[in-house]
Nanobody, 122 residues
Framework: QVQVVESGGASVQAGGSLRLSCAAS????????TGWFRQAPGKEREAVAT????????DYADSVKGRFIISQDNAKNTVYLQMNSLKPEDTAMYYC???????????????WGQGTQVTVSS
């Protein structure tokens, strides 16, 4: 059974940094594409970043390009989201997602974590 578990959410001031972690377990082929979504209260869910674990190819939402970095540690089956220059509009619940197959990002992610809260105060 595939599981993805997030950690690292916290409250920070604007301009600060945080690093989220996503630990995956189970069949690694099922987590070939791993990434992060976020959802703020009253807003649509937004794809933030993805990484294709086979070749480390990454993709970012325009809203976080230049500020967030997604990376992986294959030995630990862990994906990280380094978030720099945080803004109040980055406040949201952040979810780790994963899916197998050759497309990254896929049409849908089949595996979701429980979420970790990030709050950025001005």
């Amino acid at each position: 059974q595939v599981q993805v578990v997030e950690s690292g959410g916290a409250s920070v001031q604007a301009g600060g940094s945080l690093r989220l972690s996503c630990a995956a377990s189970g069949y690694t082929y099922a987590t070939e594409c791993t990434g992060w979504f976020r959802q703020a209260p009253g807003k649509e869910r937004e794809a933030v970043a993805t990484i294709y674990t086979s070749d480390s190819r990454t993709d970012y939402a325009d809203s976080v390009k230049g500020r967030f970095i997604i990376s992986q540690d294959n030995a630990k089956n862990t994906v990280y989201l380094q978030m720099n220059s945080l803004k109040p509009e980055d406040t949201a619940m952040y979810y780790c997602v994963a899916e197998g197959g050759g497309r990254c990002p896929p049409d849908e992610f089949g595996y979701w974590g429980q979420g970790t809260q990030v709050t950025v105060s001005s």
